[in-house]
């Protein structure tokens, strides 16, 4: 029997609708959620922790290292075989990719959560959190990374995003597709996921900010950013990483203030690439510094900035770790 380690950290799955509100607000403790995965010991022998009831809006890269570090405690106290941490949907991609970034661990780390709350029909957290306890008991769960699982779909954490904002099926892997299901209590997996970093950090660097690009934009909240002392900047650009050329001006100051720049594309798929040298394309942006983000979206982006600022100051050093087996070395960009 497989020991899984279960901890409580709000979101829908935890809510139920207040009558003198009539909106869904934390009302739900775990143990009445874990009360409701009826035949769960057949597969498992879960010891559950509440670490908090927050509203997934309310989480703050603070309180998600301090998730992480309360995640870990368990495990060295616990030695389980598998973690699931239930989390509001609205951020946990964003958290469980940090934690995918910086725990180094072959046990199984699944997060899941609800869509709907436990005053609704269809009430979706019972049968998420049981298929995580099964889907973090299962071997062929180890090594993988963390894992996300929803709708009896598994994703990776580097790779899963929230594509609808009401839908059971709402987290999505763009272009690759779920790595697995879970399908009558069985954990099958379709494909794997080897390629990861890794790094461990005590404290990290939280003042990176996210720009979505529009039409026209120009430079003054690149300027603003830079001068309220930001360290690192992700823009979400257009299609291959482009934006418009009123934008060049702010980039250059930024990186010339030794600000960091990340740029993805706003585009749900598809990765940024140096294809167009006009001002503004990603060619030139990149001759002039910026980092490319490859398929990430802003949101992960800017956790792997965290991260990477975390480990490194020299500009070099951060491009090179993000950047890791993705693309070209410098010196061919210019052929």
């Known amino acids: 029997m497989k020991k899984i380690v279960v901890i409580f950290n709000g979101g829908t799955i935890s809510m139920k609708v207040d009558p003198k509100i009539k909106a869904a607000v934390p009302s739900l403790t775990g143990e009445e959620i874990m009360h409701m995965v009826t035949g769960i010991e057949k597969h498992a022998e879960v010891k559950s922790y509440n670490f908090s009831s927050f509203p997934s809006p309310h989480m703050t890269m603070e309180k998600m290292m301090e998730l992480r570090s309360f995640t870990l405690k368990i495990m060295e106290e616990e030695n389980p075989d598998g973690v699931v941490i239930t989390h509001g949907t609205d951020t946990l991609e964003e958290t469980a990719f940090l934690f995918d970034l910086t725990i180094d661990t072959e046990i199984p780390i699944v997060f899941?959560?609800?869509?709907?709350?436990?005053?609704?029909?269809?009430?979706?957290?019972?049968?998420?959190?049981?298929?995580?306890?099964?889907?973090?008991?299962?071997?062929?769960s180890r090594g993988r990374g963390v894992l996300v699982?929803?709708?009896?779909?598994?994703?990776?954490?580097?790779?899963?995003?929230?594509?609808?904002?009401?839908?059971?099926n709402a987290f999505r892997t763009p272009s690759f597709g779920p790595l697995g299901i879970v399908d009558n209590n069985r954990v099958i997996y379709y494909r794997s996921n080897d390629v990861r970093q890794v790094e461990d950090i005590d404290v990290l660097e939280t003042a990176v900010a996210l720009v979505k690009t529009v039409a026209g934009?120009?430079?003054s909240y690149l300027k603003f950013l830079t001068?309220?002392?930001?360290?690192?900047?992700?823009?979400?650009?257009?299609?291959?990483g482009n934006v418009p050329p009123q934008m060049v001006e702010g980039i250059r100051y930024a990186l010339s203030k030794g600000i960091?720049?990340?740029?993805?594309?706003?585009?749900?798929?598809?990765?940024?690439?140096?294809?167009?040298?006009?001002?503004?394309?990603?060619?030139?942006?990149?001759?002039?510094?910026?980092?490319?983000?490859?398929?990430?979206?802003?949101?992960?982006?800017?956790?792997?900035?965290?991260v990477a600022l975390s480990l490194y100051h020299r500009a070099e050093d951060v491009r090179d770790w993000f950047e890791k087996d993705l693309y070209m070395e410098d010196s061919e960009w210019s052929n």
């Not at 009896?152 to 904002?165: D, F, H, M």
């Open 149 to 168: 699982c929803l709708n009896g779909e598994l994703n990776a954490a580097q790779e899963v995003t929230k594509t609808n904002s009401l839908s059971l």
């Open 112 to 140: 899941t959560g609800a869509m709907r709350s436990g005053s609704e029909l269809g009430y979706d957290g019972p049968s998420n959190l049981a298929q995580s306890i099964v889907t973090a008991s299962s071997k062929e």
């Open 260 to 306: 960091h720049v990340v740029i993805v594309s706003r585009c749900y798929e598809g990765r940024v690439y140096g294809s167009y040298g006009y001002e503004g394309g990603g060619k030139h942006l990149r001759t002039m510094g910026v980092i490319f983000g490859d398929s990430l979206p802003g949101q992960k982006a800017r956790i792997k900035l965290m």
């Open 227 to 240: 001068d309220q002392g930001a360290k690192g900047i992700v823009i979400e650009a257009f299609g291959r």
């Open 217 to 219: 934009m120009d430079s």
